[in-house]
């Protein structure tokens, strides 16, 4: 069984595990993983313990985001849906939709204790998702495209749930630096100094064992297994153009001194290299 030196999507484990090396995950791969992840990560995320999406990833994309107020937004991965919810609070009509049926069990229940009229359905973003054409003017997707097999089959859903003038706005991990061999460089006193991107091209589809952890009891939390599908940047890029799409910013952003403040290890993205990626694009006709 083969490991590899590198970071987890929220810097929170050293190690990543290859339990699998395989090219064909599937999506019932993906809805397993994420069906048994399921409690503890609603859990971990509704406790505050995801310091990435509540200091940086969130805020940086809703910064990004353009006004939803009125619109018909679907949100694409939207998991145990507390980003979800945030859309709905910002005066969106917002459906939601994941291939895990547990994590839409969850947001369904946070949405009976405290309704914001979003609509829930177990659905996979990578087929037809039910849908009629152009029942849309928004598509919104938070760190959960990588994490799906098959991007250009989500763009092309994307374009077609879109009415023309409507837009898709994603984040991702940074595929340029996110890398299945990325490590940290550190001097003498452990200081980090570098980062090192490598195996960019490599492909291979692979689980990844990671936890949230700092500042965390760890009595409290458990590992999570997650199936991976590295990509090039010119993979999202292109992905978004073949399906009919008008790319209009990409954005890197950087974590803000308030962050840094609050999470002080953050300043490694702030210096060393970019932890997130998000797109918007239009669909003209």
């Not at 570098?194 to 689980?207: A, E, I, M, P, R």
């Amino acid at each position: 069984m083969s490991r590899l030196r590198c970071i987890d999507r929220s810097e929170r484990l050293n190690e990543i595990q290859k339990e699998q090396d395989v090219t064909t995950l599937s999506e019932e791969d993906v809805a397993s993983h994420w069906n048994k992840n399921a409690d503890q990560w609603a859990r971990d995320v509704r406790s505050g313990y995801d310091v990435y999406r509540e200091h940086f990833t969130l805020p940086a994309f809703l910064d990004f985001l353009p006004s939803i107020s009125g619109l018909d937004v679907i949100d694409f991965g939207c998991g145990e849906g507390s980003n979800t919810r945030r859309f709905a609070s910002m005066g969106a009509r917002v459906t939601g939709i994941d291939l895990s049926e547990r994590m839409i069990g969850h947001a369904q229940e946070a949405e009976a204790r405290q309704p914001l009229g979003v609509q829930y359905r177990v659905s996979s973003y990578g087929q037809h998702t039910g849908f009629a054409d152009a029942s849309f003017d928004a598509v919104v997707s938070t760190m959960a495209l990588m994490d799906g097999p098959d991007f250009p089959a989500a763009m092309r859903e994307a374009f077609r749930l879109l009415r023309p003038g409507g837009f898709i706005a994603f984040s991702i991990l940074h595929p340029c630096f996110i890398t299945p061999g990325l490590q940290w460089q550190k001097d003498a006193n452990g200081k980090t100094t570098g980062l090192v991107s490598s195996h960019y091209f490599d492909q291979t589809n692979f689980v990844e064992n990671w936890r949230f952890g700092a500042g965390v009891n760890s009595e409290d939390v458990v590992p999570f297994a997650i199936p991976r599908f590295p990509r090039t940047i010119g993979d999202y890029l292109n992905g978004l153009s073949d399906a009919g799409f008008r790319i209009r910013e990409v954005r890197e952003p950087r974590p803000t001194p308030q962050a840094c403040e609050a999470i002080p290890r953050f300043t490694r993205w702030r210096d060393l290299g970019a932890f997130l990626l998000m797109v918007r694009a239009e669909r003209v006709l």
